[in-house]
């Protein structure tokens, strides 16, 4: 399958739910409804070079004999880290909710995308439901998630200047879990000239002090989780899962009923 060239995004966004109907179809998940796609990654943050891959995130509602048969039904299909391009990982419709209820930083961005993205009139019914996605819950995922990428690949000076393009994801994720907690949305596109991109490309091109940006994330982390716990959070503790349930329960009868026309 050919990869979606990135300047085509702005009048061709239909090119995205080809590249997932493609890839789904290849996988034997004939039938299947794409919900979403979006360009992900360096891209979708403006914090891309021009070395930098083009990757893709979609959801996607599984067809019924996927659900009710006998068949195995797979919840995400991927080709990473090892297979051919394009590089793509898709999430059925379910998979991707519970997620979402955990406040999975990456699944969160989806519902912000607002660029490089091919959406239905179903998703965009999910994405209103966005205010109410932003909790705790989602807070203290954010810093986990810091937590755990520093714990596995940061352990060693060396390594942290070895992998210095990836450590500005720990500050990314720093800095959108602060919006949170101002009642902010997170911020999935950078525009050009805001002082955060470019402080996040010099991180990206390996222009800082790996102990000061080190003392920065250990500083963040502390802040951020003192913030949280503190009982003037007025943030919600979690999502409210019948919110989430419903959306799911209509759209995928919407869905069927929509088969079940064609088919007559």
């Known amino acids: 399958m050919e990869q979606v060239q990135i300047q085509q ?30 360009i992900t990654g360096s891209h979708s943050y403006n914090l891309a070079r021009d070395s930098s891959d083009i990757d893709y995130f979609g959801v996607f509602l599984a067809p019924l004999p996927h659900i009710l048969g006998l068949s195995a039904h797979l919840d995400c299909f991927t080709n990473q880290p090892n297979g051919p391009p394009p590089d793509i990982e898709l999430y059925e419709a379910k998979k991707f909710c519970l997620l979402l209820k955990e406040g999975n930083p990456f699944i969160l961005e989806a519902i912000f995308s607002k660029r490089l993205i091919y959406q239905t009139k179903a998703f965009v019914a999910l994405k209103e439901l966005r205010k109410h996605l932003l909790t705790k819950e989602a807070v203290r995922m954010y810093v986990s998630y810091v937590r755990h990428f520093m714990k596995k690949d940061f352990l060693a000076k060396n390594a942290m200047r070895r992998r210095g393009k990836r450590i500005y994801h720990t500050v990314r994720l720093l800095n959108e879990a602060q919006r949170i907690l101002r009642r902010e949305e997170p911020l999935v596109w950078l525009d050009n000239e805001t002082v955060e991109r470019q402080y996040l490309m010099d991180i990206k091109c390996e222009r800082y002090n790996i102990e000061e940006l080190v003392e920065k994330i250990n500083t963040m982390i502390d802040e951020i989780t003192r913030q949280v ?22 759209t995928r009868k919407h869905y069927l009923d929509s088969q079940q026309t064609e088919a007559k």
């Open 229 to 250: 716990e503190s009982e003037d959070c007025d943030l919600p503790e979690r999502v409210d899962e019948q919110k989430l349930n419903l959306w799911l329960i209509n």
């Open 9 to 38: 995004r702005e009048e061709g966004d239909v090119e995205l739910r080809r590249v997932a109907e493609q890839f789904l179809e290849s996988k034997g998940c004939r039938g299947a409804k794409v919900l979403f796609v979006m």
